[in-house]
């Protein structure tokens, strides 16, 4: 497989697949989160500093069918030179004659932005022609775009094809690689994932996984309920999935066998509604009385969760501990991420990967003090379930 580190890009084209699907505001259209355009720099600096040219291409929302004013990809481009410090070319179609004329006329050292992608129906349905024409932009292909790595799209994957001999992972990708391998294959034990949110139905294929990776799974968040009440509890008006409950017991049993040890929450902050300004009190999570609903973990809960975090050497975290959009009911969550930060400064690896543990620890401003925090939701959600990636499966291939 080529390498991106030593590759030689000089007097080269590279085709390369970002995820400039960013934030726009509503009225102004200007870039009001550009993490995704940091994130795909040293990727871009690479090809750029070994006298490659580079022609990025990426979707933008979810236009419905054909061109949205709102979804052009020309709204990212002053973004984009302001934060490369470069000038960028771009082209408000992919695969138009102007398009292909732009893409030739390239010269080393030189930028092009395609438009979005998903302006073609033929992007999502992963069309061949449609991939065939766009490889025709670059001498090599490049995948850096993790947050689609789980789709089979025309620029996914399919061009892939297009380019048998020179195909490569972007830096962003090896990265997200790297990290869940840390994770998954090549840990140091203790290993630890917690895992929270919602529901237990969303993340059972996850357990499923784990379960043979890891030494500890901590269980918090909405799905913890339907683990108590599988073990006979009662849980009042809390979150349920009565359907899971067998599934529950399942993962318990599986888990014994297999010498995991699963932690569920002893005790619960429990609200009277589901309202930040609720009544609550703490009680045991078996015992939740009727009218009330588990929204956090409680303070002993608290406790035991951390000092398992603090004496991890991995720690995976997926799914946050309570509803922590809701002020009074963000400790729990937050407390395991102080707890993933201090064993981290102690020399654990952790990774952040999927959704809301992502947004939490963005939100108590601690992405910072873990090892990764992943840019890929969906992408990472089905890593961990063990699956192949499209776009992964398409380099390696
Ligand atoms: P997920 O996307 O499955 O990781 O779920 C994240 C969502 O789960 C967040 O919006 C949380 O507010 C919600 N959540 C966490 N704990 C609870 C709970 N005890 N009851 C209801 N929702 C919860």
């Not at 020309?74 to 973004?79: D, N, Q, S, W």
């Amino acid at each position: 497989m080529n390498d991106i580190a030593t590759f030689d890009f000089s007097g080269k084209k590279a085709l390369i697949r970002v995820d400039f699907n960013v934030p726009l505001d509503k009225e102004t259209f200007s870039v009001t989160d550009n993490t995704r355009i940091k994130a795909a720099w040293p990727t871009i600096q690479q090809v750029l500093d070994k006298g490659g040219s580079v022609v990025l291409m990426s979707h933008l929302g979810r236009p419905k069918s054909g061109p949205e004013d709102r979804f052009s990809l020309k709204h990212i481009v002053a973004e984009c030179e302001r934060v490369f410090g470069h000038e960028v070319n771009f082209v408000s179609d992919s695969i138009s004659e102007d398009a292909f004329e732009a893409s030739a006329k390239l010269q080393p050292g030189q930028i092009l932005l395609l438009e979005n992608l998903r302006f073609y129906p033929h992007e999502k349905s992963g069309d061949r022609d449609f991939a065939k024409k766009l490889s025709q932009h670059g001498n090599l292909y490049i995948n850096d775009a993790f947050g689609t790595a789980h789709r089979a799209h025309a620029s996914t994957a399919v061009i892939s094809d297009f380019f048998p001999e020179a195909k490569m992972f972007g830096t962003l990708i090896n990265k997200e690689i790297e990290s869940i391998s840390k994770v998954l294959d090549h840990n140091q034990s203790p290993v630890t994932a917690i895992v929270g949110g919602a529901k237990v139905s969303s993340k059972i294929e996850i357990l499923e996984n784990l379960i043979n990776k890891v030494d500890n799974i901590l269980i918090g968040g909405g799905m913890a309920y339907t683990f108590a009440k599988a073990q006979g509890g009662v849980i009042g008006n809390s979150l349920v999935e009565d359907d899971y409950i067998e599934t529950a017991k399942e993962i318990l049993a599986n888990a014994k066998t297999k010498n995991v040890n699963i932690l569920l929450p002893e005790d619960t902050i429990a609200a009277n509604a589901f309202s930040n300004d609720a009544e609550k009190q703490i009680v045991n999570t078996a015992e939740i009385p009727d009218g009330w609903m588990g929204m956090d973990i409680g303070e002993k809960s608290m406790g035991e969760y951390a000092d398992c975090i603090e004496n991890s050497k991995t720690i995976l975290w997926n799914g946050p501990m309570g509803v922590f959009e809701m002020a009074n009911f963000q400790h729990g969550t937050k407390k395991v991420a102080l707890a993933v930060v201090k064993a981290t400064q102690k020399g654990a690896f952790s990774l952040i990967g999927g959704g809301d543990s992502v947004a939490a620890i963005n939100k108590f401003e601690l992405s910072n003090h873990v090892s990764h925090v992943s840019t890929g939701g969906g992408a990472m959600l089905e890593y961990l379930e063990g699956k192949e990636l499209p776009g992964i499966k398409a380099i390696l291939d």
